[in-house]
């Protein structure tokens, strides 16, 4: 009796264990992505992604409509070109734009869907048209301090502070974003996208 | 000269421990497939080792899931980045959190066990009993004992790490209380943790870390003098040396894992 009970414990531990395994595989680790298969593949080509992962996901007006399954790089175009795989239950016209957008400031980067006009709907293996890359903060602020430098110069020494060498405010600028993306350990999309700098 | 002696002598001595306990690990390898002859003998261990240290793994558990995530929002709060407070729990958790600390309290918990059983088995004559109606101990009991740590330690493993990131632990924390958003704290686990690397990882430093608290626990307790003073010694050494060990072990499987990032 005593050993038919240890048997007993033994077996709900196991299942217990085993239980856990199954919640780290299916809904703790990227597996969990992977589940919806169902529905249409479409294609989009970006100049430039990003941080984007595969497994990010894809909304349309803040729904969450698909998911993204792949990522390639174009050999002809050198345009990264990422597979989309949305849902059946949605359509979407023809001629709809994707761009590679950011949830807040430092979150990861998904892909948004606008809609377009057209009254024919998008299907299997078909190409969004028109994309917007992924906004990179270096080139920003790059972009940034050019037009600032540019303007401080016309404007003669109106600026005290900004006035200085324009190399030596560049790099302190470069070396404030970095050290944003290094405090962001998480999400990997911040880390990523100044490897790919 | 007589000091050059000593450490001649302690080192010949470490080396010798050594060399004995991997000696002890090959014989109880050689018995481990017998066993399967015999499951009832690995049933009852997985019981004392795995099924009575359940209750601290798991209190364990949602206590360091708790605690992460209310320090990590702390943290994580001052750069407006709450969203990602689900990552940086599951993945401190799953990667390091999760192995060692489940080892270092399998260790307190069973591995002491383990060893003052077999120590007290010795000290009272029963191992020398069975070789006297020739049944190997090694066989008859080490072995099983062996087997049970090395199948206990990842079940306990990923409970621990379910019970830290999952509802009553860091979840718990971070969404009901603090109010992160809930999908936001999933999803951002689910895309940052991988399968084949994170998850595996588990398995791998769990097995490891079971099979080296097990084989110091057995060893210690089978060549324990046999005396109360001895039994003691031989329950700490356990304690001191598998806590070290894991902690030496799992920095060198994360070296080894995690070299590529």
Redesign the interface.
Known sequence: MQ?RA??L??G???C???A??F???M???????TSDVQGYTVTAAFNDIGGL?V???VDLAGVRIGRVTDIKLDQQTYQAVASIRISDQYKIPKDSDASILT??????QYVGIGPGGSLKNMKNGDKFVITQSAVVLENLIGQFMTSMNSGSSDSGSSGGGGGGSSSGSNDLFGHSGDSHSN??????GAATSSNAQ | MSRVLRIFNISTGWLGELGRSTLFLLRILANLPRLFLKP?LV??Q??SV??LS?LIVVVAGLFVGMVLALSGYRALAD???E??LG??V??VV?RELGPVITGLLFAGRAGSALAAEIGLMKATDQLAGMEMMAVDPIKRIIAPRFLAGLI?M???T??F??MA??AGGGYFIGVDVLGVDAAAY??????????SR??LN?FLKSGVFGAIITWVAVYQGYHAPPTSEGVSRATTNTVVIASLAILGANLMLTAVLFSGH
């Open positions: 050993s240890v048997e414990l033994v709900l531990f196991v217990l264990g085993i856990a395994i919640i780290l595989t809904r703790v680790s990227d597996l969990a992505n992962k497994g990010a996901p949830s807040g400031l430092l979150g990861d405090g962001n350990q998480s999400p990997a | 009832r049933v009852e997985i019981y795995g099924v359940l750069f407006g980045a969203n990602a990552t940086s599951a993945l799953v206990a990842p079940l306990l990923s409970i790490c379910v990131i999952g999933w999803n951002g686990i689910q895309s940052n943790i991988e399968f994170d998850i588990i």
